[in-house]
Every structure is written in structure tokens, then in C-alpha cells.
């Protein structure tokens, strides 16, 4: 163990959501295309609001005027969009002037208001984008050339951001600020992280143990676990650093995992033993006798866990693959370890136990008689609440968004919202529309029908502002021809409009530039479709009526959307149809081991229903109480089959072996009762109360998997204690 868990020192963390995606996920593919053709989106978005009034006034101009020009120093800054450095063009004579919107705003004329007022909320460039309609918020886009090593640039650009914001507050205490974009929620995903890995995964480790210590009844039988537990854990962590494998946010659930499966299956070993204690002076004979009871139980269980979490490698997101094939790795850990260093424990600890004659638990015997009694009428009432249950799976709707992945205790939660009430849209679409030749985008035929989508897509309920090159030409074109307002139009000549495009890259400020809007070649624009209140679900058929309307309209642009926003909005898809498939997979492999080890083919039918239904069950309840299934949703199946079969394992093999020993089924149920009814409680109750700790996380995806793997494992224990008996009396009506 010490020698695995000197890797621990290799491990790294990341941050960046980009580590979710694999190489070949063809929308990071497009991506990556696009940002090669334009430029980098590492975005920030600063919302500022005055507490009263509009941001039209020369307070809060001259905010975002020294706003501007500190984001102009933050580390990796490449381009700082505003209100004040918008670059307004007009005609002067036979001159272009190409000039911030707003200079020294406060010395600006109440005409000199007004007029920055009319410009700003009918540019097309900035209205629903850096002003609301309404002109009460105005916003600062900032883009930033991350390094390679992107993790601690984003907490440089974050920390240098949040100080100069504290800064403009104490300066402007009428104005509010607010912080948003994708770099920010790579610094909120850190901490949520480390909030989760610093204080929820300890808090679980303390349920476990004092929940165990309860319910064992033996500080010294909880030691022993506890060791048990960080031995597996820094054998699976320091294998992981030796590897080199840098851990990513999924990761986190691993350590609960391991716990819990550590739990599991100790409690098995340590119940046996202390009820053979309880009958038997000799400690280690009473050990050896849990051993043989337990040895092919845990086994088995372990090879059947490993199977169902190796099934994680089916899924598209890399990080995912290292989760199951971690906590695959950690389960084999837990195997020996529980074989080995546990009985070892066990045999040296002082453990005492008071010597009793009954054997088992008299409640359970109790529930055992009720169960064999009401067998058919409970067969039927568990089929018809699973029944009832299942019929909410298709009200699941496949979908995640981004903007909710925090709750409200994070600021870039509640700043994300605000901008999304206030001022615009957070989700992004990015087109790359090809004009098929070098200097093609200058020609009047690709820019009408560039045109022409972009309108189509301002008529969308989901979009809030759509950037697309034809409006600069349409205002290049107004201004030569003196600011005239019928000129705002599209120019005819291609000659004139490449002069014109050339024009206004001689006259706009270092910075400033059009290379984010165009290709080198002059051969493509990029068109960026910020929407809001749309679901993946929602993006991706968005993107599907977009691509229908070009094939129809404008068949050479015909393009899908890129970005970020779009990567994420199909990885749920294609992780849900990736991890049924890996689920399936695994489930059947598991299913031919359960067939073999029981050798009945009509058994390890049998073992499948309370490992199948409990899934089910939690996946149709949560379709009626919340009905939204995201990325973390997708991995559930396979976290909690990879738990849950190891109580129907218990379960069956314990009822199998009193059938040998010729028991008739009612009291094959019976006797399983007696003898791992309270084992299989215990585990239920510090498990779902382990996992239930994830519910209080301020990350979506860890509330989701505490939950849904809380709902399963429960409804699995109810499942093997009110489903499985009443099948097997049913079914198994043969003499032995």
C-alpha cells in the first residue's frame, strides 16, 4: 500500500471542461477548426448595471471607460469589447472616421448622451449584446490566448478580474457588477471541486464510520473497516498517479465509491463474524467460519462490480472511462484488502462480543414470516408500483444547460442569471459560412445570402443577438455615402465593397481588428447566434432547423453550429446512447456470470429483476419529480448496478445454500433472512445516507448522482426484500 500510494504525488487536477471531451468528438473537431480559422473563445462578460437609472449617464460611462482599460491589462487578454470602445464609424467630407463611441465620458454634453444613446441601442453590433434594449445594463466582453497549461491562467485572469471588480465597487457603490463566461465557470468548477473533495467527501467518510459504528456495534469492527477503507483508497490513488492520469471533476465520485464498496463489504465479513463470536469462544475459528461464508459472496460481488463499472468505457467522455476503470481497479483493492488485511484485524483487535443462543436477528425472522405469508399479494404490489414508476422514464427529457450547473451559492450562478434577465443570452452558436473563393465574402451574392440567414435567425424566439458580417458592410456602405440612412443597405459593386472592407481595417485601432469576423483568405465569416432559455435538447434542434433552412435557402453555406455551447449540448446525447449500449454490454456479461456461478439458467434470470428494476424505478421517479436527465444522470445505471448486485448475490447465495441444505423455498426465505437481512440493512442505510451527503453539493452533476444512486438503493433493498423472495417461492417450487 505504501509503495501504490507514493504515485499520489504524480496526480494533477483539471479544471477545463475540454478534458471532457475525447479527441474525436466531431463537434470539438469543428471546433477546433474554427477557432484554427478565427480565434481563440476564452471568454469573460462583465455586466454593469446602475442601480437606478440607464448606463447612459457620464458616472457610468467613465466606469466602463476604466473598466476597459484595466481588462486591457488582465494576463492573457487579446481583445476588450465595450459601450465606450465600440468602433463607431461616420462620414466626414470624403473621409472614414473610425473613432471609440465614448472619449472621456466625463466630459461629455447631455447632447453628447443622447447621442451616444441613439447609437448604441440601434447598432446592431451592441444591442443585446454589450446594452440591453432598455439601455439599464451595459456589458465588457473580454477574450484571452490561454497558455497550453490552462489551469492556472484561469485562476490568474480570475483572481485579476475579482480584484479589479472589488476595486470599481468601492470606487462606484451605485453601480453593480457582475461576472460570467466560460473562463469563469472553469474557476467555479475548480472550487466546487475542491468544495466536494474538501468537505463533502470527509463528511461522507464520517457518516460511514459513525453510521457503521451504530449499526455494527463495535468501535474496534469500524476500525477495521476504517483501515480497509484507506488502504483501498490510497492503493486506487496512488495507482492512478503512477499511471499519470490527471483527474478531472468526475473523479471526485470515486472516493465515495471505493467507500462505500469498502463498506459493503466489510460489513458482510465483520457481521459474520461477530455472530459466530457470539456462539464461539475461539476468535479466529469464528473469522475463518465468516471467511468461508463470505469468500465467494465478495468474490463474486467484486468481479460483477469491476464488470459493471469497466462498462463505463463505452462512454464518449474520457473522464468517465478513467472513472470506471478506477473504481473497477479499486474494487479489486477492496477484494484483497477484505480478505487479507481484515480477518488480520479482526484476529489481533480485542473485539468482544456477549454470547448468545438465538441465532440471527428476531426481527428479521418477523419480516421473514411476513414476507412468506403476504408473498403474493406484495409479488403483485411491487410489480404494480414498479409498473406505475416505470411509466415516468419517458418523461426524462435528455438534456443539460451549462448556466445551471452551479446553484445559487456560487456568484457565477447568480451573476449568469442576471446577465441572461438583464442583458443577453450566455449560449453561443458559432457558424462558419464559406463564400467558396479567396476574397469571396466582399461578393453582393454571399453577403445577401448571409444576410438573409442572419435576419432568419433574429426571427427566432431563442435568439437574443445574432453578430454577422453583413451589418458592418451595410453601415460601411451608409457612411460612404454620406451618413445617409437609405444607404444603409448592402453594396452592389464587389470592388467597391473589397475597398470599402479595406478601408476600414486601415482605420480601426490595434486590437480592434476584424481577424475574429474573418478568415486570412477573405474566403469565409464567422456568424456568432447567442440564444437563451433553450435546453441541449433545445440547441441541438435549433441547429437542426438552421441547417434546414440554409440546405433550403442558401444550399453552399449549409453548415452546422460550433462552440462550446454546442459540444456539450450533443455530448449528453451521445454519452446516454454510448453508456446504454456499455450498460447493456456490461449487464449481459454480468448476467452469463451470475448464470454460471448459480449454475441455473432459471436463477441468474431470476437475479436480474431486483438489479434491473431498481434502475427503472429511480429513473421513472425522477422523470415525474424533476424530469431531466443530464450527463451525470447518464452514468447512474452503471454506478448503482455496480452496488446494488452485490446485495442480490448475498441475497441468492445464502437462500441457495439453505436450498441445499434442504430447506423448502418459504424457509430457504427465511433462514436468508435471519442470516443477512441486518448485513444487507446496514450496508442500505450507510450507503444511500453516504451518497445522500452529494445532494448538499453546489455542483449539479454530484446533487444528481447523490440522489439517483441514493432513490436506486433503496428501491434495490426494497426490491431484494419484498420483490425477490415472493419470485423465488413463485418459481423455485422444485425439491431438493
Not at 129 to 137: A, E, T, W, Y
Request: with cysteine; net charge negative.
Amino acid at each position: 500500500m505504501l509503495v501504490m500510494t507514493a504515485g499520489a504525488q504524480y496526480l494533477t487536477v483539471s479544471d477545463d471542461l475540454r478534458i471532457m471531451l475525447s479527441k474525436d468528438n466531431p463537434q470539438l473537431i469543428a471546433f477546433d477548426v474554427l477557432e484554427a480559422t478565427y480565434s481563440a473563445s476564452n471568454t469573460v462578460l462583465i455586466a454593469i448595471a446602475p442601480r437606478k437609472g440607464s448606463v447612459f449617464s457620464r458616472e457610468t460611462l467613465g466606469a466602463i471607460e476604466e473598466l476597459t482599460e484595466a481588462s486591457w491589462q488582465a494576463p492573457y487578454s487579446s481583445r476588450v469589447d465595450s459601450l465606450t470602445n465600440y468602433n463607431h464609424s461616420r462620414a466626414l467630407g470624403d473621409e472614414l472616421i473610425v473613432e471609440p463611441l465614448v472619449e472621456n465620458a466625463r466630459s461629455l454634453s447631455d447632447a453628447d448622451l443622447a447621442r451616444v444613446e441613439e447609437i448604441a441601442l440601434n447598432a446592431t453590433e451592441l444591442a443585446g449584446r454589450l446594452v440591453s434594449h432598455d439601455g439599464r445594463v451595459s456589458g465588457l466582453a473580454i477574450n484571452f490566448v490561454m497558455p497550453e497549461v490552462r489551469d492556472q491562467a484561469v485562476f490568474e485572469v480570475t483572481d485579476y478580474l475579482n480584484a479589479v471588480l472589488n476595486e470599481a465597487r468601492a470606487s462606484h457603490s451605485d453601480i453593480a457588477y457582475y461576472l460570467t463566461g466560460n473562463v469563469v465557470l472553469n474557476r467555479t468548477l475548480a472550487d466546487a471541486v475542491e468544495y466536494d473533495m474538501g468537505v463533502l467527501v470527509p463528511i461522507v467518510f464520517f457518516v460511514i464510520v459513525i453510521g457503521a459504528t451504530l449499526l455494527l456495534r463495535s468501535v474496534l469492527g469500524t476500525l477495521a473497516i476504517v483501515f480497509v477503507i484507506l488502504f483501498a483508497l490510497n492503493t486506487t490513488l496512488g495507482f492512478a498517479g503512477w499511471l499519470g492520469l490527471v483527474l478531472s471533476p468526475t473523479i471526485t465520485v470515486m472516493p465515495v465509491v471505493v467507500m462505500v464498496i469498502a463498506i459493503a463489504t466489510s460489513v458482510h465479513v465483520i457481521t459474520i463474524a461477530l455472530a459466530n463470536m457470539r456462539r464461539d469462544p475461539d476468535r479466529n475459528a469464528a473469522i475463518a467460519g465468516s471467511l468461508r461464508t463470505n469468500a465467494w459472496p465478495v468474490f463474486l460481488t467484486s468481479v460483477t462490480t469491476a464488470i459493471g463499472f469497466l462498462s463505463l468505457n463505452a462512454s464518449d467522455s474520457p473522464p468517465y472511462r478513467e472513472l470506471g476503470n478506477l473504481v473497477a481497479f479499486g474494487v479489486l483493492c477492496v477484494l484483497f484488502y477484505s480478505m487479507t488485511l481484515l480477518p488480520a484485524m479482526l484476529s489481533i483487535l480485542p473485539l468482544r462480543t456477549r454470547r448468545v443462543r438465538s441465532k440471527g436477528s428476531p426481527l428479521f425472522e418477523r419480516f421473514g414470516d411476513f414476507v412468506v405469508a403476504r408473498s403474493t399479494f406484495l409479488l403483485w404490489f411491487v410489480a404494480l408500483l414498479v409498473v406505475a414508476l416505470v411509466t415516468g422514464i419517458p418523461r426524462n427529457e435528455v438534456s443539460d444547460n451549462w448556466t445551471k450547473l452551479f446553484d445559487e451559492r456560487y456568484e457565477f450562478r447568480r451573476a449568469t442569471d442576471f446577465v441572461i434577465q438583464n442583458l443577453t443570452g450566455v449560449n453561443s452558436l458559432e457558424f462558419s459560412l464559406q463564400a467558396g473563393r479567396e476574397g469571396g465574402i466582399t461578393d453582393p451574392e454571399y453577403l445577401r445570402h448571409v444576410d438573409s440567414f442572419a435576419e432568419w435567425l433574429r426571427r427566432q424566439p431563442e435568439v437574443t443577438h445574432v453578430q454577422a458580417f453583413p451589418g458592418i458592410m451595410k453601415r460601411l456602405n451608409k457612411n460612404m455615402h454620406g451618413d445617409d440612412p437609405a444607404f444603409y443597405r448592402l453594396p452592389d459593386d464587389p470592388d467597391l465593397a473589397a475597398q470599402y472592407l479595406l478601408l476600414y481595417e486601415l482605420s480601426v485601432p490595434f486590437g480592434s481588428d476584424l481577424n475574429d469576423r474573418i478568415d486570412i483568405a477573405k474566403s469565409a465569416t464567422r456568424m456568432t447566434v447567442t440564444v437563451t432559455g433553450v435546453s441541449a435538447r433545445g440547441l441541438r434542434e435549433f441547429d437542426k432547423r438552421a441547417q434546414d433552412w440554409l440546405r433550403a435557402n442558401t444550399p453552399d453555406l449549409a453548415t452546422e453550429a460550433s462552440g462550446m455551447t454546442m459540444i456539450f449540448a450533443y455530448l449528453t446525447q451521445r454519452n446516454i446512447e454510448s453508456m446504454l449500449r456499455g450498460t447493456i454490454t456490461g449487464m449481459a456479461l454480468i448476467s452469463f456470470v451470475l448464470i454460471g456461478v448459480f449454475k441455473s439458467l432459471r436463477m441468474g434470470l431470476i437475479s436480474l429483476v431486483p438489479n434491473f428494476v431498481p434502475a427503472a424505478m429511480a429513473f421513472g421517479l425522477w422523470g415525474y419529480v424533476v424530469g431531466r436527465v443530464g450527463l451525470a444522470g447518464s452514468i447512474v445505471t452503471v454506478v448503482a448496478f455496480g452496488i446494488i448486485v452485490d446485495d442480490t448475490i448475498y441475497f441468492l447465495s445464502e437462500y441457495l445454500k439453505a436450498r441445499r441444505e434442504g430447506y423448502a423455498a418459504p424457509e430457504a426465505v427465511r433462514e436468508t433472512f435471519r442470516t443477512v437481512g441486518p448485513a444487507l440493512c446496514t450496508t442500505t442505510a450507510v450507503l444511500s445516507t453516504g451518497f445522500l451527503v452529494f445532494a448538499f453539493s453546489g455542483y449539479e452533476g454530484s446533487q444528481v448522482l447523490g440522489l439517483m444512486v441514493t432513490i436506486t438503493i433503496v428501491f434495490a433493498l426494497l426490491a431484494d426484500f419484498l420483490l425477490l423472495p415472493p419470485l423465488l417461492m413463485a418459481i423455485d417450487r422444485r425439491k431438493l
